[in-house]
């Protein structure tokens, strides 16, 4: 069973590029536009991995992991933050993100971040 990742970005775009790379590796990929569409999307099926944009409207992506590390019913999700800044990482560390990366993103860098912290899916590196 290929391991669930959602893609959390405002930036259509990224998430569609985002999407094709993780699902060429196996993965199987979801996406939200914004923080309160993913908080959905976390209740109704827990993914196995988030990757979230920092910067986004309604509710940032700190926020919106804060709030999920404070739901004691939801299980220990990795979370890997994007940003085009380049501050925030220690901010991300607080909240128990297992990575940061800066954008753009380089595919082999991103797929070798995420299969180091989910399992099944991902096709090796290298």
Do not use: W
């Amino acid at each position: 069973m290929a391991a669930r990742i959602l893609v959390v970005d405002d930036d259509e775009s990224l998430c569609a590029l985002l999407r094709m790379h993780l699902a060429s590796a196996g993965y199987e990929v979801s996406t939200a536009n914004d923080a309160i569409s993913a908080g959905y999307q976390v209740l109704k099926n827990p993914p196995d991995l988030i990757l979230s944009d920092i910067n986004m409207p309604h509710m940032d992506g700190f926020e919106f992991i804060a709030a999920l590390k404070s739901d004691p019913t939801l299980p220990d999700i990795p979370v890997i933050f994007l940003t085009s800044a380049e501050d925030g990482e220690g901010r991300g560390k607080e909240l128990g993100a297992v990575g940061y990366l800066t954008k753009p993103v380089r595919a082999d860098r991103l797929l070798e971040l995420v299969s180091r912290h989910v399992a099944g899916g991902a096709i090796p590196i290298g």
